[in-house]
């Protein structure tokens, strides 16, 4: 099977049922290389769903999942991270009390002082991949403009400085594909621009692609394009954001209510 290369991901009727409940219902579509796809729809369309299948978190019930030609259906969390495919996740609990600085270095895989062979004999190796490590890390933060967070607990920082220090994680493994899910949730306006920003430069500068759920329509205005509409587990248009907002189907499904209600109703 042939994938146009420019499709990073490709999602072929992908089903995800719970019980009698179909989270997923048929939803097919591309993610293109380099893109910010924003991933729009009301409550309970399916994209969260949606998100922890294409990140292996979730096994789907019937459909393919590809990555770069590759069917990476069902495989892993891990496997895909290595792959370069993250789906953002909340600072984990036992990392509260670790500095911003060290939760970065705690990201890349397969580090030498992970085995105990090493432990004993490559007392220098470790050494040095810590001092490279740390110095990664100082990068990221800064890049982030978050230096001034390096020496602080990562629990006594904001929501919105976690959600930053969560791209810095994706930075500490130079990630190909992201998936955020309602980044600006709980974020004030301020941070959300820095954010956005980070967002921006790391597509334009390191070439990554995002894919990102979001209710804000101001921050998926201003990052996203295309922007892709799901409704009741499937895809129901996809194009800019100024067409998605014109689209008829896609104002009933979010007011519930298309036009023909309201001239039955005589509004």
């Not at 580090?111 to 490279?132: C, H, K, V």
């Not at 110095?135 to 403009?145: G, N, P, R, Y």
């Not at 334009?204 to 394009?225: A, N, P, Q, S």
């Not at 295309?226 to 896609?250: F, S």
């Amino acid at each position: 099977m042939s994938h146009s290369d420019e499709h990073m991901i490709v999602v072929e009727d992908l089903h995800k049922h719970f019980g009698g409940f179909h989270a997923v219902d048929g939803a097919s579509l591309n993610i293109d290389r380099g893109s910010i796809t924003g991933l729009i729809g009301p409550n309970g369309a399916g994209k969260t769903t949606l998100f922890n299948v294409i990140a292996g978190v979730l096994k789907p019930t019937t459909g393919r999942v590809f990555m770069d030609g590759e069917d990476i259906t069902g495989l892993p969390p891990h496997t895909l991270f290595h792959k370069g495919l993250l789906r953002t996740f909340q600072i984990a609990h036992e990392f509260h009390s670790m500095t911003c600085r060290e939760n970065l270095m705690m990201v890349p895989g397969n580090q030498s002082g992970e085995t105990l062979w090493n432990t004993w004999f490559g007392t220098r190796r470790i050494a040095d991949e810590e001092r490279a490590l740390r110095a990664k890390a100082d990068e990221v933060l800064e890049f982030l403009t978050i230096s001034h967070l390096a020496d602080q607990k990562a629990g006594q920082i904001s929501g919105g400085q976690k959600k930053l220090l969560e791209l810095g994680r994706t930075m500490m493994v130079d990630a190909k594909i992201v998936f955020l899910d309602e980044v600006g949730a709980g974020v004030n306006r301020t941070l959300l621009n820095t954010i956005a920003d980070a967002i921006l430069r790391l597509n334009k500068e390191r070439g990554y692609t995002f894919v990102v759920i979001e209710h804000d329509m101001d921050f998926i205005g201003k990052l996203c394009d295309p922007v892709i509409c799901m409704a009741e587990g499937h895809v129901l248009a996809e194009g800019t954001l100024a067409e998605i907002k014109a689209n008829e189907q896609v104002i009933e499904a979010y007011l519930g209510t298309g036009l023909k209600h309201k001239d039955k109703v005589g509004a």
